[in-house]
């Protein structure tokens, strides 16, 4: 988010040709300021086309276990062709009959995140 400092990340991927798989897992205790807004991840390359989604999750509280502490489920895309990150969780939407969207994930937005929490994502694209 804006004016926040920057997590630690405990990020990994491989790459073969084109083909990217990634890792990222974001340690929240090495944050001191969370900032405002949207938080964003970055890829580890360029990919080669926009508009990509991936799969991802909050651990809101590492002292509890995942299935006790409502962890949430993220989709994580690009818009357009960037390597930035932008983070959503899901909601339902207020509309009939209330399909799935995202909404922008932030600090207290839906969960206040602390040095205790955790974000996971994980995927595959194709690179430049």
């Known amino acids: 988010g804006a004016n926040g400092t920057y997590p630690t990340y405990n990020s990994y991927y491989i790459k073969h040709g ?6 990222i897992e974001v340690d929240l205790s090495t944050v001191t300021n ?10 580890p390359t360029m990919p080669l086309f926009g508009k990509n989604h991936f799969s991802g999750w909050a651990h809101p509280n590492i ?8 962890h949430i489920i993220f989709n994580v895309d690009t818009a357009g062709l960037t390597d930035v990150l932008d983070i959503h969780y899901l909601v339902l939407s207020p509309a009939t009959p ?3 969207i995202e909404s922008q994930f932030s600090q207290n937005n839906p969960y206040t995140l602390t040095t205790n929490s955790r974000l996971y994502v994980n995927g595959t694209y194709i690179s430049q």
Do not use: E
């Open 18 to 23: 084109q083909l990217v798989s990634f890792v």
């Open 63 to 70: 002292t509890v276990p995942a299935d006790d502490s409502n």
């Open 98 to 100: 209330k399909p799935v």
């Open 34 to 43: 969370f900032g405002t807004g949207q938080y964003k991840l970055q890829l």
